[in-house]
Structures are given as structure tokens and as C-alpha cells.
């Protein structure tokens, strides 16, 4: 579906934050890109979504290809027609307009009113919670309902390829794990997803595929319960992870048998 | 009393024609971040051609084609000057305004010679008495074109595709990229937009009733006062540039009233001071909203 072929990216003259990275996302899998920071992850949705120009970026070899036609040289608006959307990192949701609006926003890059009104549908089954919020301000949402409106706002223009930066960043473990089942939903629901993740457990746990890139080439790639299971991939990027999601469900399950028991003293009289 | 309610009506008049300039300065603000000093020539190119067509096609007819020469002007700025200087800085696109507003001003003030015309001949220097009350004819239809151009504007602006797109714009230019929104036609209509407003301004401006400054460098100064208005309503506010408009034309004509004409151009600047010194980022400018 989509796939990338030597592809190098520099910003300025002397920096290369790609080069020569081969990829191929299959048209009804998941895919995940793992690495640390500077590793190249973020400049590898750019150059797919064709931002890369708002950064000062360019992709200087290469080739990105999705169903078989070249969009690297694209306007982002032309790769969005095509069906490739982005959910940046940080969510970037439009703060100051309501949450309808930002839907709204979202549905301008579909490709017919049928598409958006039959995309809007999808949207409400997933996140209930943003047709409850559609008159409040984005800014005034909670972190995981930012995250719930700025893939719901990608979702508006029905994508067939979603691309989405660190979506689980900053948020509660509970909430990365509801994050993770929606990504899940969605590819379920036929569209495919490029999940650019630092959290590896759960990028893991959500991919068929992944990719680790390090200072902006793969170093390794294959099935992801294959790397889920490698030496390299379980010491660099799953330690952490694994112990602090796993440490936070049993304090989880510890505190809601806590909270069925407990009466809180000044209640019992 | 009466001669309140004539200030009243004349500044809210005068207001009105400075909240479209200063609309237009703002929405260009919004979707491009450049501060467009290019404004006041603007003005100058829609009312240099009502005053060089209006023998041959009529008032009416040359007024709808100033309008669309200022529109196209502003639109043939950004196309062909601001669009491939999008590395600069937006200090530097601002300055590069200025250039172009110096050289689009002189040529019209050279063409239009000595005469210095006016150009509201259906209503100019004919004023309206009603009991005691004099109000002049241009300050009462500019006031009601105003109203009826900024409700339709506030209103694509809030409810509109082009609305929606132009605040995602203006707002984050990269997510309103990844939304599939084109930024380069967000841009061209808000200069397109900006544009027209001029034009609809000056057909008010270059008037006898509004300041006897005819079309010329008068008329140019008098353009500049929508900075102070949309400044003091906050550069990134669409309702903050009527509100500012309105602000600026009731100083205006109040203080030329009570305290002297000479004294009425620098109340509306101190008027701005004052609000900054108290409200920095203007009366609606942009406060970071967050969640705590």
C-alpha cells in the first residue's frame, strides 16, 4: 500500500535525519516505528504527509510510493485526497475552536460529503465522548480526549492509510491502553495505520509489523511479535515500558479492590 | 444632546469604514502572520479607478470595478511578491510591504495630479436633517453597508467551509496542512477578501462628509488609522477589528467635538496606548487558553 524506497530526508544543508530507509507498510496490517528520540521517527511521517517543506526539510533521494503513485513531491493537501492522513505528535488540535468545529476542519481534505457524513458516523461510535464535548472548547479537553479528538479530526476525511506520531505520549497508562484498543478498531475497520511509537509495549502489542529506526536508518525490522520477542529489541525499548504499564495495572486493580471496600470515615458516622 | 447623537452617528459611520480596513488587515494577519503595511495603497488603487471610470460606466459601475481592482491588487501581492519570499522572515515581509505601499501610493497621488477628487457623488455633501439632528449622508450608508458587510463576513468567518478553514489556518498551520486544507487558497481569499474591503472603504473615505481629505495622501494617512483599530481590538481578532473600528470613529469624532480637531488624530493613538499599557494583547487578542 504504501512504501518507501531509499529514503533520505535532510533539513538544511547539513543535517540528515534519514537515509536510505526502506519500508512497506501492507494494505491491512499495522505497522510500527520504534526508536529513541532524534532516531528519525517524527521526519518519517513528515516526509509521507509532505510537511516536511514547514519544517525547513526535504527528502533529498528516494521515493515514497502509495497505491502505486509517487506523493513525496505532493502538497499535504493532495496526500491527503489520496487517503494518507496525520495525527501529529502532541495531538495540535485546534485549542480555541470547538470540538465540532475541529471535526469540521478535519472533513474539508474528504473526497465527498458522503465520505465525511459516513466518516462522522464512524467517529461517534469510537469517541463517544466527543459528541457529548462537540460545543466546548478543544483547548478545555482532558490530554486523552485530545488525543480521541485529533485522530477522530483525521478520521473525517476517511482515510485509507492513518499515520499517527506518539499518541500515547503524555497520557495515563489507562488511557494508552483505551488508545491502543481504538487504534486496533480502526484497522479493523479496514483502514491501515502507521503507529510511530517510543512506547514500545504497546506499539508491540497493536502492530503486525514494525520497524526500529536509529539515527534515521532501520536497524531492525520484521513481525512484531518476532521483535517483541528479540534480545535487542526486549533490552533497548521494553524494559522500562513493560515494568512501569505493568506496575500501573496491578496498582490499578490494587486501588479498585481498595475502592469497593473502603468507606471513607467521616461517611460512617 | 443633539449634537451627541450627530457624534454618535457620524463616528459609528466613520467607525464602520474603519472596522472593514481593519478586518482586512486582520484577516490577512491571521492566515499569513505578516503585518500588511500595503493597506493604505489599496485604498488608493480601488478609489484611483472609481475616480478615472466613473464618466464612462457611472458611479455604480466604476465602483464595483474598484472594488474588484483592489481585491485583484491584493491578490497579485501576495502572488507575485509575498509567495516566494515565504523563507523570509515576517519582519522582512513586512517591510517589503511598506516598499509597496510607497510605490503604489506616489504613482496614484502622480496620476491623480493636483485635483485631489473626491469620489461619493451619490451622497457626498448631502446631509440628512431630521428634526434638529444633521447627520451626514455618507457616515449614515457607510454605517449601514458596514453593518451588513461585517454580519455577512462574521458570520462565512464562523460558520463557512472558508471559515472553519481559515481559523484552523491561523491557528496551526501544520495540522490545518495535515487536514487536507490548501494554505496557499486560504491566503489568496483573505488578501482577495482584504482587498475588497479597501475598495468598499474608500468609496466612503474619499468623500467630503468623511474627513474633505479627497483621494490622495490624506485619504492614504486616513487608511493608516485602521492599524491603531485593529491593534487595539487585537491583531488576531476578527470581532476585535469591528470593535476597534467603532472605538477609533466615535474617539475620532468625539474628541474633535470636545476637545479640538488638531487633538483628534492623536486621541485615537493614545487611546490604543492605553489600552495595550491595560490589555496587552488588545481588547480580544489572543490569550493562551489552557486547561488547569
Same mark, same amino acid.
Given at each position: ?5 531509499? *529514503? ?9 535525519? *534519514? ?15 520504534? /526508536? /529513541? ?101 478543544? /483547548? ?20 485509507? *492509510?492513518?499515520? *499517527? ?56 525490522? /520484521? ?47 | ?12 459611520? +466613520? ?14 494577519? +491571521? ?9 493604505? =495603497? ?11 471610470? +466613473?464618466?464612462?460606466? !457611472? ?6 470595478? !474598484? ?24 519582519? =522582512? ?5 511598506? !516598499? ?79 487536514? !487536507? ?83 483628534? +488624530? ?27
Amino acid at each position: 500500500m504504501l512504501s518507501a524506497r531509499g *529514503l533520505s530526508v535532510r533539513y538544511g544543508r547539513s543535517v540528515e535525519a *534519514l537515509s536510505g530507509v526502506d519500508l512497506e507498510v501492507p494494505a491491512d496490517g499495522v505497522l510500527a516505528v520504534l /526508536g /529513541g528520540n532524534g532516531a528519525g521517527k517524527s521526519t518519517l511521517l513528515r516526509a509521507v504527509s509532505g510537511t516536511l517543506p514547514l519544517h525547513r526539510g526535504a527528502v533529498s533521494a528516494g521515493e515514497i510510493v502509495f497505491d502505486g503513485e509517487r506523493i513525496d513531491r505532493l502538497d499535504p493537501a493532495l496526500i491527503v485526497r489520496a487517503g494518507v492522513v496525520a495525527v501529529p505528535e502532541g495531538r495540535q488540535v485546534f485549542a480555541r475552536m470547538t470540538v465540532e468545529e475541529n471535526l469540521r476542519a478535519g472533513g474539508l481534505g474528504a473526497r465527498s460529503a458522503e465520505a465525511r457524513s459516513s466518516a462522522r458516523e464512524r467517529i461517534e461510535r469510537l469517541f463517544p465522548v466527543l459528541t457529548e464535548r462537540a460545543g466546548q472548547r478543544a /483547548g478545555l479537553l482532558s490530554g486523552g480526549e485530545q488525543q480521541m479528538l485529533a485522530i477522530g479530526r483525521a478520521l473525517m476525511s476517511d482515510p485509507r *492509510l492513518l499515520l *499517527l506520531d506518539e499518541p500515547s505520549l503524555g497520557l495515563a497508562p489507562q488511557m494508552v491502553g483505551r488508545i491502543a484498543r481504538v487504534i486496533r478498531e480502526i484497522h479493523e475497520q479496514g483502514t491501515a495505520v502507521v503507529l510511530v511509537e517510543q512506547n514500545a509495549t504497546m506499539a508491540l502489542q497493536v502492530a503486525d509489523h514494525a520497524v526500529v529506526l536509529e539515527v534515521g536508518r532501520v536497524a531492525l525490522s /520484521g513481525p512484531a511479535a518476532e521483535l517483541a520477542a528479540s534480545d535487542d529489541v526486549q533490552r533497548l525499548y521494553l524494559g522500562g515500558h513493560a515494568e512501569s504499564q505493568a506496575q500501573a495495572e496491578s496498582e490499578e486493580a490494587e486501588a479498585r479492590a481498595h475502592r469497593s471496600t473502603r468507606t471513607l470515615s467521616r461517611w460512617t458516622g | 444632546m443633539n449634537t451627541f447623537l450627530q457624534l454618535l452617528v457620524n463616528g459609528l459611520g +466613520k467607525g464602520a469604514v474603519y472596522a472593514l480596513l481593519a478586518l482586512g488587515f486582520v484577516i490577512i494577519f +491571521k492566515a499569513t502572520e505578516v503585518v500588511n503595511f500595503a493597506h493604505g =495603497s489599496l485604498v488608493l488603487i480601488g478609489g484611483y479607478l472609481v475616480y478615472e471610470l +466613473k464618466d464612462a460606466l !457611472g458611479w455604480a459601475g466604476a465602483a464595483v470595478v !474598484g472594488i474588484v481592482a483592489a481585491a485583484l491588487s491584493a491578490l497579485a501581492i501576495e502572488r507575485l511578491l509575498l509567495r516566494n519570499a515565504t523563507s523570509a522572515d515576517h519582519n =522582512s515581509l513586512a517591510l517589503l510591504t511598506i !516598499g509597496i505601499d510607497v510605490i503604489i501610493t506616489e504613482e496614484v497621488v502622480r496620476r491623480v495630479g493636483a485635483d485631489i477628487p473626491f469620489i461619493g457623488d451619490p451622497y457626498d455633501s448631502q446631509p440628512i436633517r431630521i428634526g434638529d439632528l444633521t447627520i451626514f449622508r455618507t457616515q449614515a450608508i457607510a454605517l449601514v453597508v458596514g453593518a451588513v458587510l461585517i454580519t455577512a463576513f462574521l458570520l462565512a468567518f464562523r460558520y463557512s467551509n472558508w471559515g472553519v478553514a481559515m481559523r484552523a489556518q491561523a491557528e496551526n498551520r501544520e495540522a490545518a496542512a495535515l487536514m !487536507g486544507i490548501r494554505s496557499s487558497r486560504v491566503t489568496a481569499t483573505a488578501w482577495l477578501v482584504a482587498g475588497a474591503l479597501a475598495g468598499v472603504a474608500v468609496l466612503f473615505m474619499a468623500t467630503q462628509d468623511f474627513s474633505g481629505a479627497g483621494l490622495g495622501r490624506g485619504t492614504h494617512a486616513i487608511a493608516l488609522i485602521a492599524f491603531p483599530a485593529a491593534i487595539l481590538g487585537g491583531l488576531d481578532s476578527t470581532e476585535g477589528a469591528v470593535v476597534g473600528g467603532l472605538v477609533v470613529g466615535l474617539t475620532e469624532a468625539l474628541s474633535a467635538q470636545y476637545i479640538s480637531f488638531e487633538f483628534s +488624530k492623536s486621541a485615537v493613538f493614545l487611546v490604543m496606548l492605553v489600552v495595550l499599557v491595560i490589555r496587552p494583547s488588545g481588547l480580544f487578542g489572543t490569550k493562551e487558553l489552557s486547561r488547569v
